[in-house]
């Protein structure tokens, strides 16, 4: 049997960096810890927008994060960068944006940008992200329908309610937007990921390993998407296909604990033991302390030693 089988999500963050994978059940999304990735769009989604939305709302995200920054200043400091704001606001905010200690900000930014400026769709986009990632599902459904009021045509931000809605078990609402994410963008490859899974929790299984081949065109460097189409071939039958796909999930993400999981798992019932064991060590690498892992490793040890007895 292949073990206790755990879909992950790929789900690219474009406001925070190298992408990175979040354990999801049916409900998905209520984690991000990067090493992986939570989709949604960051500020870079301005490029849907004309040149004067951009500037507006780039400038309001900016304008926020250089207030946050000056606001922890002594006061003779306070005054030296309001001077300085004055004269670089942009400038400054681009600057320290790359610096990691304002993420920790993240969502007191988005909401000093709101407050400043009631228009900016991409603030309530990105805010909605943040808040799905530690599972305030009920504002995010909010925010992300007040981005959509703002601009219908934003898939991002139809990606973002999906995520949301399908956290609550509303997975047809959720379907029903990642669909509209892809009449958008249908290179979206976030969005084919995450109606993959959705369509996959609902047993659709020959459409959700569409979706996952679709999102693989669009950014075949993602294991996350190779693990989700792995698991859907191991439902369709497809073994060898599956490994294939979990090889290629290791080799982008060496530390895929699951994605060393399952392969050894499906080496190990192809008969491939030795191979089985390189990929439960490999697991065990990353998390000493699997006692699945472990145990899936002792059942082919002994099965090996069976192998070696003569007959």
Not at 84 to 96: H, P, R, S
Not at 224 to 233: E, K, P
Request: with cysteine; aromatic share 6%; proline share 4%.
């Amino acid at each position: 049997m292949v073990g206790n089988i755990r879909l992950y999500i790929a789900n690219h963050d474009r406001a925070s960096g190298p992408p990175r994978f979040v354990r999801a059940g049916l409900a998905a999304w209520l984690r991000f810890h990067h090493h992986g990735v939570i989709s949604g769009g960051g500020s870079e989604v301005a490029q849907l927008a004309t040149d004067a939305e951009r500037s507006s709302c780039q400038n309001a995200l900016a304008a926020a994060g250089a207030v946050l920054l000056l606001d922890r200043l002594p006061p003779w400091r306070r005054r030296a960068g309001q001077a300085l704001c004055l004269g670089g606001l942009l400038t400054l905010a681009v600057l320290t944006w790359n610096q990691s200690h304002l993420y920790a900000d993240r969502e007191t930014l988005y909401r000093a940008t709101i407050r400043g400026n009631p228009g900016c769709w991409m603030a309530y986009n990105n805010l909605a992200r943040s808040l799905i990632s530690r599972g305030a599902t009920d504002e995010a459904i909010g925010l992300s329908s007040k981005a959509l009021e703002l601009r219908p045509d934003y898939p991002e931000a139809h990606n973002n309610l999906a995520l949301a809605l399908g956290s609550r078990g509303q997975v047809e609402e959720a379907v029903s937007h990642y669909r509209k994410a892809l009449e958008l963008d249908p290179a979206y490859a976030e969005a084919h990921n995450n109606l993959g899974f959705a369509l996959a929790s609902r047993g659709q299984l020959d459409e959700a390993i569409a979706h996952y081949r679709k999102a693989l065109e669009s950014d075949p460097g993602r294991a996350g998407i190779h693990y989700n189409l792995a698991m859907a071939l191991i439902g369709r039958g497809s073994t060898q296909n599956a490994i294939a796909h979990l090889r290629q999930a290791v080799e982008l993400q060496p530390e895929f604990v699951e994605a060393h999981n399952n392969l050894g798992i499906l080496l190990a019932r192809s008969g491939r033991l030795d191979e089985a064991i390189e990929q439960f060590q490999k697991a065990l690498e990353s998390d000493p302390g699997s006692a699945e892992v472990r145990r899936n490793l002792d059942i082919a040890l002994a099965g090996r030693r069976r192998a070696d007895v003569p007959r």
